[in-house]
């Protein structure tokens, strides 16, 4: 079992950088702004050549019942619980405060071993706050700068003896011998779930995994991280990442949300299949269609959820309108999943999850060269191309390159010349004839012979 290692502390002691630091991502979200973070983010990192995993938590605040802190205080005492070590750390420029006092009895009381870090110790303003974390009770203090990298072997070395690890030797390798082949393990398939502010995202992900990992509630923008999770489903492994609501751009002021949005997108671009939430109640907005194009731009296979559906009366209805909106407006992926489900009361979750792998295996599906001539020869033969200024266009060959969208080539007379309408046509043809729905095709045209034809000698 890999060990967990939970960092705790207040608001804005450096915990992100911290996590950062330790899993060499830029997984967490770092600013000045306190209480950026929100659900607890887990990470793989490794220490001492040992695999383990942190997580990085809300900061410890103390907060009314029911509160969006009181929220982000519960998760941060969950990570607690599932911890084989925690890492408190305090900001040692401002030395201990009342609420690192509190919450560093919370630690005691878990039971669970503890390392003690006093952060940004990489100038003279921070002697004194160090001396002054010895009285939490948690024994000597590690002295780290995680901005800088400053003190981290240290902290690798009460953390391994916390654990009771000892470091492994790392391995030497003679002149001219080979290393042992890494083990293979199937990935996981990368799964980005986004929408707009309160469509449910949140209370999805936590339908799937069948706990309260994320905060939810009825505030608007509540999460601000993408946060990984993996669940497995048909034994498969699928890593889902909760993100924060997009909104429009000129709406995106404050620098928090400014944050998240950037977050949300670089999410879009690292995932596999994005589900696009919608709320059922509110139909499909022109942001809902914004976010679907960010999507098929970014070569993305598109699953789109309706959620809260068991609040819809005359659903046929509805969904013959949705049907028609979402045509209209993701024209360029026909044919695209769409899901209703119930996030709240978990109903249609098996229906979306084999539609997210069904996506997969569509965004990953390569066609043979000979069945994509085959193809080409008889879509040529129905509707011939155009002759622009009296001058015929060949198109003499086609190949997939590559696949994740699938992306083919195609080798004619004059690319710069065939209308965009031809490309469509050949474009929707392909989607048909080789069962591509709901994926990005790209179609890129290439001057010059077929490459793979034998070379005629001249006379």
């Not at 949005?261 to 499909?284: C, K, M, P, Q, Y």
């Not at 209308?419 to 046509?425: A, F, R, V």
Request: charged share 30%; glycine share 8%; proline share 6%.
């Amino acid at each position: 079992m890999t060990p967990k290692i939970a960092i705790v502390g207040r608001p804005n002691v450096g915990k992100s950088t911290l996590f950062n630091r330790l899993t060499g991502t830029r997984a967490a979200l770092v600013s000045d702004l306190p209480g950026l973070t929100r659900d607890r983010k887990e990470g793989e990192a490794e220490l001492g050549g040992h695999p383990i995993i942190i997580i990085d938590t809300a900061g410890l605040e103390v907060a009314a019942k029911g509160s969006i802190a009181d929220r982000m205080r519960q998760q941060t005492e969950a990570a607690i619980t599932l911890a084989d070590l925690v890492l408190f750390v305090i900001d040692a420029r401002d030395g201990v405060t009342a609420t690192d006092e509190t919450f560093a009895r919370i630690v005691r009381a878990s039971g669970r071993p503890v390392v003690l870090i006093a952060n940004k110790c990489e100038g003279r303003s921070s002697d004194e706050g160090f001396y002054d974390a010895f009285k939490l009770g948690l024994g000597e203090p590690v002295a780290i700068s995680a901005e800088h990298g400053l003190g981290l072997g240290d902290l690798e070395r009460d953390a391994l003896a916390a654990l009771g690890l000892k470091p492994k030797p790392k391995a030497r390798k003679a002149d001219g011998e080979e290393g042992e082949a890494p083990e293979t393990r199937e990935r996981p398939l990368r799964v980005a779930i986004v929408g707009r502010p309160n469509a449910g995202k949140s209370t999805l992900v936590n339908a799937l995994l069948g706990e309260e990992r994320m905060i939810v509630g009825p505030e608007p923008g509540l999460t601000r991280d993408s946060v990984s999770s993996d669940i497995t489903w048909q034994g498969r492994t699928i890593r889902l990442f909760d993100t924060a609501g997009l909104r429009r751009k000129a709406k995106v002021t404050e620098l928090a949300e400014k944050l998240s949005t950037s977050d949300t997108v670089r999410a879009i671009r690292f995932a596999e299949v994005v589900v696009l939430l919608l709320d059922a109640e509110r139909g499909l907005e022109h942001q809902d269609l914004s976010i679907g194009d960010l999507v098929t731009e970014e070569g993305r296979a598109l699953v789109i959820a309706l959620n809260k559906w068991d609040r819809i009366e005359e659903k046929q209805k509805v969904l013959k309108e949705l049907h028609r909106k979402i045509a209209e407006g993701l024209a360029q992926v026909p044919g695209v999943a769409v899901v209703p489900i119930s996030a709240a009361s978990e109903k249609g979750l098996d229906k979306l999850l084999r539609a997210i792998t069904t996506a997969a295996e569509i965004w990953n599906r390569r066609v043979a060269t000979h069945e994509l001539n085959r193809w080409l020869e008889e879509a040529l033969a129905r509707h011939a191309p155009p002759a622009p200024s009296g001058r015929r266009l060949k198109i003499r060959y086609m190949t997939q390159p590559s696949t994740r969208p699938p992306t083919f080539v195609a080798f004619c007379s004059r690319p710069d010349a065939l209308p965009k309408t031809y490309q469509k046509y050949l474009t929707n043809s392909l989607r048909e004839a080789f069962d591509l729905p709901g994926v990005p095709i790209r179609l890129n045209l290439r001057g010059g012979d077929n490459p793979f034809a034998p070379t005629r000698r001249r006379r």
